[in-house]
């Protein structure tokens, strides 16, 4: 389905209907990581089709269907990734009309799944999360290298006009803004951005919809501490952690579920059905 936001800025939600629903006809808006295009959760999507759960994909501005492309000219930040999501949550839920929602993300898409619960009028009936947790540079075994990183990045992303994350091998090639927003949640722990007149913090600290949260054995990018903090931000929304054994390697904890997605699929639906 395409979907257009308020500047103008166009991508595709890609739908994946149910063939028997659950009761209730639950649908789940997913987000994915930072630089992962949506047609990567496509396995995902599938499995928990087959388990009665509908998907709804969300495509990130610069990445796959999206018309737009970082570079010097083309910059955004949180404020638009925001809107972006907000779009896509209007299409999902008239997609769905009448069936409860849910809202998960993988990573930086579990994060901004919490910003979505903590913001909309008509709460979530719960959010689901895979291997996320905030970027505080206190939660990670080498905190200073991590917080020399959030220094870095945006230092980087100005020079080039955007963060060459495929070069670099973290992201995607991110614009200037997202990297700015970014490693400023990392440096001081707090949920923000240029133009975003909203004050994230509180309203994650009202947020009460319900948490699964699913942690990867062995992920670097996510510790259980950088879990433990983006879930303490939420004190009012009963949480519950799963842990998933994880792949060795570097990356491998943090993205080798996503190609064998069966184990999060059942967890989730789980969830669901029992809601």
């Given at each position: 389905m395409p979907v257009t936001s308020t500047d103008g800025a166009s991508a595709e939600l890609i739908l994946m209907r149910a063939p028997t629903p659950l009761p209730g006809s639950p649908?789940?808006?997913?987000?994915?990581?930072?630089g992962v295009p949506a047609r990567h959760y496509l396995p995902l999507a599938q499995a928990l089709a087959r388990l009665?759960?509908?998907?709804?994909l969300h495509e990130w501005r610069g990445l796959g269907s999206s018309d737009?492309?970082?570079?010097?000219?083309?910059?955004?930040?949180?404020?638009?990734?925001?809107?972006?999501?907000?779009?896509?949550a209007s299409i999902a839920a008239a997609a769905w009309s009448?069936?409860?929602?849910?809202?998960?993300?993988?990573s930086l898409g579990g994060q901004f799944a919490c910003l979505l619960a903590s913001r909309v009028p008509a709460a979530p009936a719960g959010i689901l999360l895979a291997a996320s947790g905030a970027p505080y540079w206190r939660c990670f075994a080498h905190p200073h290298w991590v917080r020399l990183a959030y220094l870095a990045a945006p230092w980087l992303a100005r020079l080039v006009g955007y963060l060459p994350g495929r070069r670099i091998g973290f992201g995607g090639n991110e614009a200037r803004g997202v990297i700015s927003d970014w490693a400023a949640t990392g440096r001081t722990g707090c949920y923000g951005g240029h133009g975003i007149n909203e004050d994230l913090e509180y309203l994650l600290a009202a947020q009460r919809a319900p948490v699964l949260a699913l942690r990867v054995t062995g992920d670097w990018l996510v510790p259980a501490a950088s879990l433990d903090f983006l879930l303490?931000?939420?004190?009012?929304?009963?949480?519950?952690?799963?842990?998933?054994?994880?792949?060795?390697?570097m990356d491998a904890a943090h993205f080798g579920w996503m190609k064998q997605p069966d184990e999060v699929a059942h967890r989730f639906a789980k969830v669901v059905a029992h809601a």
């Open positions: 649908y789940l808006l997913w987000l994915p990581a930072l009665g759960v509908g998907v709804a737009r492309r970082a570079g010097r000219r083309c910059d955004w930040g949180y404020r638009q990734l925001l809107d972006d999501i907000d779009s896509s009448g069936g409860r929602w849910w809202v998960g993300g993988h303490g931000k939420m004190p009012h929304a009963q949480a519950h952690v799963d842990v998933l054994a994880g792949r060795s390697g």
